[in-house]
C-alpha cells in the first residue's frame, strides 16, 4: 500500500556536505531513517514530488514515498510524523523530517 508523507526537506550547500546542484524538480534517491541507521528495515529510495522549487535559504515541502510502494516488505512503519531522515547518494542530498502522512 502506498504511504504518503508530507516532509520539510533541506538541501546542504557543498560546504555543509551536500551537493552542488540542488534538485529543482521530482526524483527519487536512497533513504537513511535517524531510528534505522544499520538498515535494519533494508535499503530503500523514495519518490520525492516538491512541492516547489526549494527557496533561496534551499528549503522546501515535499510529499514522499517509497519508491518500490507495492512491495511486500516495505517498511511503511517508518513513515511517521516527526521522524528524521537524509536523503543521500555519494553526498547528502537532504536532511528532512515528516511532518504529516495524506490519507
Not at 8 to 17: A, C, M, Q
Not at 20 to 38: A, G, M, N, Q
Not at 50 to 79: G, I, W
Not at 80 to 102: C, H, Q, R, W, Y
Request: glycine letters at 4%; a negative charge.
Amino acid at each position: 500500500m502506498k504511504k504518503i508523507a508530507v516532509v520539510d526537506l533541506y538541501f546542504p550547500s557543498e560546504n555543509e556536505g551536500g551537493q552542488k546542484k540542488i534538485p529543482v524538480s521530482d526524483f527519487s534517491t536512497p533513504i537513511k531513517f535517524e531510528d534505522d541507521p544499520e538498515y535494519e528495515f533494508g535499503a530503500w529510495s523514495m519518490v520525492i514530488e516538491l512541492h516547489n522549487k526549494p527557496n533561496y535559504s534551499r528549503e522546501t515541502t515535499a510529499d514522499m514515498y517509497f519508491l518500490f510502494c507495492d512491495s511486500k516488505e516495505v517498511p511503511n512503519h517508518l513513515l511517521e510524523v516527526g521522524k528524521d531522515f537524509i536523503l543521500l547518494n555519494s553526498k547528502t542530498v537532504a536532511k528532512g523530517k515528516i511532518i504529516s502522512i495524506k490519507e
